[in-house]
């Protein structure tokens, strides 16, 4: 089965411009989360979604947005791009099975750099 | 809120030396998920264990082994006869357990190095 899988590996941007980010999940999984991950800040959750609703939000400004597709694929987009954005944005793909929480498998990541 | 804390930055080790990772944790939730994650310097995240907060039970898995403490909001993790392919940043995590806000919350990480 393959795995969790993010486009593109690696971005270069300018301050002001925007970005998408895509995420596949593995085949099946029904909920994608995504985080960013920077030297300063660590790990933080930027939202989660399921079912192409979004279920969950971090505690990130409006620029961060994001969708879900009827295929499970994700977006998220930054808007406005500053320098502190420039991170390693993590996907997370998760089966959802029941009410309780399952594993949750991590892609590899877009390096994002805001010049 | 919840919080967990990895107090080691980084550690360093010589190849077959045994090596305790820590982890303390904060939660108000009765029911909660602890993980913890591998980080290589490929940078993905790899998965390495769940642990449900009503099962105490210590776990080993080959060279792995975690000891959670709920008495003490520890979760432990121990590399026994460390090997260089450990050296990766290791991250303790914690989440809700219910649907919906499953959100983790993740440690600063320890990087482990372990050296020939």
């Known amino acids: 089965k393959a795995g969790v899988t993010q486009t593109p590996r690696y971005l270069i941007k300018t301050r002001g411009q925007q970005v998408t980010l895509s995420c596949s999940p593995i085949s099946g999984h029904r909920s994608v989360s995504w985080y960013q991950q920077t030297p300063g800040q660590g790990l933080q959750f930027l939202f989660e979604?399921?079912?192409?609703?979004?279920?969950n939000k971090g505690n990130f400004p409006g620029r961060f947005s994001g969708r879900q597709f009827s295929n499970s694929r994700s977006e998220m987009n930054v808007s406005t791009l500053e320098l502190g954005d420039s991170a390693l944005y993590l996907c997370?793909?998760?089966?959802?099975?029941?009410?309780?929480?399952?594993?949750?498998?991590f892609g590899p990541g877009t390096r994002l750099t805001v010049l | 809120a919840q919080k967990v804390t990895q107090a080691q930055t980084e550690i360093s080790v010589v190849e077959k030396e045994d090596v305790t990772l820590d982890c303390v944790y904060e939660t108000r939730d009765t029911t909660y998920y602890l993980f913890w994650y591998k980080q290589p310097p490929s940078g993905e995240l790899v998965f390495l264990i769940r642990r449900n907060s009503f099962d105490e039970q210590n776990e080993i898995s080959g060279r792995y082994s975690w000891n959670f403490q709920k008495s003490t909001s520890s979760f432990n993790f121990t590399i026994t006869a460390s090997q260089v392919v450990d050296s990766a940043v290791y991250f303790c995590a914690l989440s809700e357990a219910y649907t919906g806000r499953r959100a983790l919350t993740f440690g600063s990480g320890t990087r482990l190095q372990v050296q020939p």
């Open positions: 979604y399921f079912s192409e609703t979004q279920r």
């Open positions: 997370v793909s998760s089966l959802e099975q029941g009410a309780r929480t399952d594993t949750q498998y």
